[in-house]
């Protein structure tokens, strides 16, 4: 069920009720009602891959049991080594079998030579690449006795399958939320209305900024080869806003719904689009898996240790990766090694760690101009991203730079917005640049009632009901 | 929990309050506004008198071109929706009789749409704000899934159908924004000309259309002179002796025009004429029915 659903309006407060008054006496029970609540919010998408994920779970489970129970050092790396061949081997099925088909039928046929090799009809299982990173960040930790194992199986179940992270993120670490599972939760009257407000701020950025900016981009996209370069910039710049909206918007509510459960969950977003460089932008920009890789990819392949070529080596790798795990097609990957090829220099000129504090309100024109430079570099890269494929990517762009097709005024009308979408952006830029040195809007107390009165009838009047838009990384 | 419940009850209260308001003053806007649809256009007639009313589809939208009507001093209304069905054309129907609207006679289209009787998503949504109304409410209550929470869940269809009746329609009527065409005119042009195109009918005519049995029930207790007409398809139309079983079977009063045109020129799409193909169909209609050419 999606959060912006009424399935979810209607299935989140009972939980909250039956949690917090029936079961909270008991830790056990308090987890065992997580495991069956959660369970049943995945089983909402497709009952067909409970089986996968319990499986996935009982067998983490088990090895990090048998971990703990050997100091063998071959026994424990076959161990881990069976962790992550099984869970990336489920991830590798789902999600990439008809990619390296196709690429291998392609590939082929260069040479003359043309294969019959079925692909397959494969569903892939919501949240697959969200809880198999999540589960080997256990085993991977417990293999390097940064954490011990635990042999309470419902603490350990409820880890993984804990619905309001499951879908899309963010990608806890064992190490920050399994012991809070360890813990009898009690109510905190300040934790649970910050996870209302943030739930509201959460809902406002999916269905005011992100679904009214998928109106327009969808549109543009599906018609780009008509459109003038000034209404595909335009485009581009929407659809920057919308994956931000819809990602940071379900990250909070995420983030917020846990709260009222009485969990911390790791921040997922830090205001990307303030960054005054790539590194930065890194640094804020899905912030769980970004730090995935940093800690289980990039440091053990040498991170910034080691000579040129292994940083240059260890740049791609992960860039490549990252731009990969979000999906089976060449038009993530360009985008993983575009922002390979935007970070390099500042990791070779060891300036990959200038800006690590927020950005000022004294703001120079140096540092505006490296915001809206980053910014650019963003968006450029968001249209390989954004494209269904490289070579669409390549004509999109090539639009764009063709100075025939510039035009003031915008070609593109749509029903809904155009000038309206635009000044709603901006406004949203204003709230967030006001209140970046907090988490969210309404952590300020400053005009609170008004602030969230008023973000409640902007949802309401500017929300995009009609059109119920599945939030984009559930395709990940 | 005490502190937070009340927390959350004040939201929900002041989510219920907004709501209701909304609702009100979108409710009052588009009852008072000037028209800017054909929907808001039939709610606030009053007791009027036509020579004819047009009702149907885009293919009586952008077919009856009313000017022509209006040249040869005859009062004309083009009520075609694009989009909608027969369900549709009962409704508003309905309502004209409701608001004391009288015709001499009523073009009411009839072609393939006989194989539809469901209600059309997109003019049901321009009806949802007159779901007060007890002629629109009674039309929808059997027929509208989510009939009971757009009628008692205040904002819930301007939010739902944010895109056709939301903030944004709802800003043009405040600042009394023209519609797209003049609504006691009604018809809007096609211009282009087609090239090679073509239409698949359906190739056989279903036994009932409970619809149209409804409508034949106004027709007969109120006493109304109801025509019904097919307007023109291409040449290039695949089944388009549907109309001659149609006709058999459960019209045969049926003014049957779709082979009219052979012409590709006077056509914007297989199933539209453009506005040349328009005048030329309308000036048909008025010489059949009117004796004038």
């Given at each position: 069920m999606l959060f912006n659903s009424i399935d979810f309006a209607v299935f989140l407060p009972i939980v909250f009720l039956l949690y917090w008054f029936v079961v909270q006496k008991s830790l056990k029970y308090q987890n065992l009602f997580l495991v069956v609540v959660s369970y049943l919010f995945y089983g909402w998408w497709d009952y067909r891959f409970l089986a996968l994920i319990l499986f996935s779970s009982a067998l983490d489970y088990v090895i990090g049991l048998k971990l703990s129970k050997t100091d063998s050092r071959s026994k424990r790396r076959l161990l881990l080594t069976t962790s992550i061949l099984v869970n990336i081997g489920f991830l590798g099925f789902f999600k990439y079998y008809n990619f390296f088909v196709d690429n291998f039928v392609e590939a082929f046929s260069l040479f003359g030579k043309s294969l019959e090799v079925n692909t397959l009809k494969i569903i892939l299982p919501v949240g697959i690449s969200f809880y198999t990173f999540q589960t080997l960040s256990y085993t991977i930790d417990v293999y390097r006795k940064k954490l011990k194992p635990t042999n309470d199986w419902i603490s350990f179940f409820a880890f993984v399958c804990f619905f309001p992270q499951l879908v899309a993120g963010p990608i806890e670490r064992a190490t920050n939320l399994?012991?809070?599972?360890y813990k009898k939760r009690v109510f905190n009257k300040d934790m649970a209305l910050d996870g209302t407000r943030l739930i509201i701020w959460g809902l406002f950025k999916k269905m005011v900024i992100a679904d009214s900016c998928a109106v327009y981009v969808n549109s543009i996209w599906d018609n780009y080869e008509t459109l003038d370069s000034l209404t595909l910039v335009l485009g581009a710049v929407y659809f920057a806003f919308q994956i931000y909206g819809d990602f940071s918007g379900y990250s909070d509510i995420a983030i917020g719904t846990s709260k009222l459960l009485g969990f911390n969950l790791m921040r997922?977003?830090?205001?990307?689009?303030?960054?005054?460089d790539i590194a930065e932008f890194w640094r804020r920009w899905h912030i769980s898996l970004s730090t995935w890789f940093r800690d289980y990819v990039y440091i053990p392949l040498g991170g910034s240790r080691g000579n040129k070529y292994q940083q240059v080596r260890n740049v791609f790798v992960i860039f490549l990766v990252s731009g990969f795990w979000h999906g089976a097609n060449w038009t993530f990957i360009a985008w993983g090694f575009l922002n390979a090829l935007y970070f390099l220099p500042l990791l070779l000129t060891n300036r990959n760690r200038k800006n690590l504090s927020t950005v000022t309100n004294n703001l120079s024109v140096r540092d505006l101009l490296s915001m809206l430079a980053t910014f650019s570099l963003t968006v450029f890269a968001w249209v390989f991203f954004r494209s269904d494929t490289i070579q669409d990517a390549f004509q999109f762009i090539k639009r764009v730079f063709d100075?025939?097709?510039?035009?003031?005024?915008?070609s593109l009308s749509i029903e809904r917005y155009s000038m309206e979408l635009l000044l709603l952006v901006i406004f949203f830029i204003v709230i967030e640049w006001r209140h970046r040195d907090y988490e969210h809007p309404f952590q300020e107390n400053k005009y609170l009632n008004i602030k969230l009165f008023t973000i409640i009838l902007l949802t309401l009047i500017l929300g995009v009901y009609s059109n119920h838009l599945e939030f984009i990384y559930f395709q990940f | 929990m005490i502190g937070f419940a009340k927390r959350i009850a004040t939201l929900i209260i002041v989510l219920v309050i907004m709501a209701y308001a909304l609702d009100a003053i979108y409710t009052a806007i588009y009852n008072s506004a000037?028209?800017?649809t054909k929907t808001q256009y039939v709610m606030q007639l009053n007791k009027t008198s036509y020579d004819a009313i047009f009702m149907g589809s885009s293919r009586v939208e952008n077919h009856i071109k009313t000017k022509v009507f209006k040249d040869n001093d005859l009062k004309a209304i083009n009520l075609g929706m694009s989009g909608a069905n027969l369900n549709e054309n009962l409704l508003t129907l309905k309502l004209l009789i409701d608001k004391g609207v009288t015709a001499q006679k009523i073009f009411i289209q009839m072609d393939h749409n006989f194989e539809n009787e469901a209600i059309s998503k997109g003019v049901t949504a321009s009806f949802l704000p007159f779901i007060n109304d007890s002629v629109v409410a009674s039309h929808y209550?059997?027929?509208?899934?989510s009939y009971w929470v757009n009628k008692n869940i205040p904002f819930y269809r301007y939010a739902v159908n944010d895109a056709k009746i939301g903030l944004r329609e709802i800003t043009m009527n405040i600042f009394g924004?023209?519609?797209?065409?003049p609504l006691d005119d009604g018809y809007i042009p096609l211009l282009n000309s087609m090239k090679q195109g073509s239409y698949n009918l359906p190739n056989q005519v279903s036994d009932v259309n409970k619809i149209y049995n409804k409508i034949e029930k106004l027709k007969s207790d109120n006493n109304l002179n109801i025509i019904y007409f097919t307007a023109p398809f291409c040449e290039n139309t695949k089944n388009i002796n549907y109309f001659d079983e149609l006709k058999e079977k459960h019209i045969p009063e049926l003014h049957d025009y779709s082979r009219l045109f052979n012409d590709d020129n006077m056509f914007d799409g297989c199933g539209h004429l453009n506005d040349k193909g328009a005048e030329k169909f309308t000036n048909k209609i008025l010489g059949d029915f009117y004796g004038k050419k």
């Open positions: 399994l012991p809070q599972f997922n977003f830090n205001y990307p689009y303030f960054s005054r100075f025939e097709n510039f035009k003031l005024i915008s | 000037s028209p800017r209550k059997q027929q509208l899934d924004k023209k519609p797209r065409v």
